[in-house]
């Protein structure tokens, strides 16, 4: 993590609080002369807002999106490693499936592409049928610019046949593990000639991460959560 992921998690596992905007506080007081402003708010669930620090910083504090698109990299650890690693992959030719459990979090990686000027295409659950239909096309051309899909993992779901891509990428493991085989199954379709590479990278460190705890489950053991 950067030293701002570092901060905000360890202010949210010490606190249970997170920081307001002060200026949707200002705008509250003007519109309601009795409301009192407030500087921190009590979070409902603290797991998730750790897991959303470690994914971006901005997930959190999404007010500070104004800042450059070097901070959007620098201010966390998990997407600076993933521009090294996309970087590397496109210029040796390969083509990524990128999968989240988060579509906000899907709006920044969008931003980092296009700072990037990467190509990319992008399905979620708000995307409609025929825009669906149209990015799968597109990326799966043989002459595509296409360097990149985005996908949330449960849009991801069966009948997506992205065989044209060789990486996939799980940003944001999903609670489920069947959910994560159903899209790395995406880039593994007839059709496919070269061999595929998965990256995990985990939302949440924590004392077993949950690939180990499926396989333990698997394996007839028991877990101490």
């Not at 210029?91 to 990524?96: I, Q």
């Not at 920044?108 to 992008?122: A, D, F, H, K, S």
């Not at 990486?167 to 595929?196: C, F, L, M, S, W």
Request: glycine share 4%.
């Amino acid at each position: 993590m950067s030293s701002i992921q570092s901060a905000v998690y360890d202010w949210i596992k010490a606190t249970g609080t997170l920081r307001v905007d002060p200026d949707d506080e200002k705008l509250k007081a003007q519109k309601n002369p009795i409301y009192q402003a407030k500087i921190y708010k009590t979070l409902n669930n603290r797991c998730m807002e750790l897991r959303k620090t470690c994914n971006h910083p901005l997930l959190n504090y999404p007010y500070f999106n104004d800042l450059s698109k070097d901070f959007l990299v620098r201010s966390c650890g998990k997407l600076w490693i993933l521009d090294r690693i996309l970087i590397k992959l496109q210029r040796t030719g390969h083509r990524v499936l990128l999968f989240s459990t988060m579509t906000k979090l899907l709006d920044i990686l969008e931003e980092y592409l296009q700072w990037r000027r990467l190509v990319y295409r992008r399905i979620d659950g708000t995307t409609s049928l025929e825009d669906r239909e149209s990015a799968i096309v597109d990326f799966n051309d043989p002459d595509t610019d296409c360097f990149i899909f985005l996908l949330s993992i449960r849009a991801a779901g069966r009948g997506l046949n992205l065989q044209t891509a060789d990486t996939v990428v799980i940003y944001d493991p999903d609670p489920n593990p069947k959910n994560e085989e159903q899209a790395v199954a995406r880039a593994h379709r007839i059709g496919q000639t070269r061999e595929v590479k998965v990256i995990y990278m985990e939302a949440v460190v924590e004392k077993i991460s949950s690939h180990q705890k499926e396989d333990e489950l698997r394996s007839g053991g028991s877990i101490d959560v």
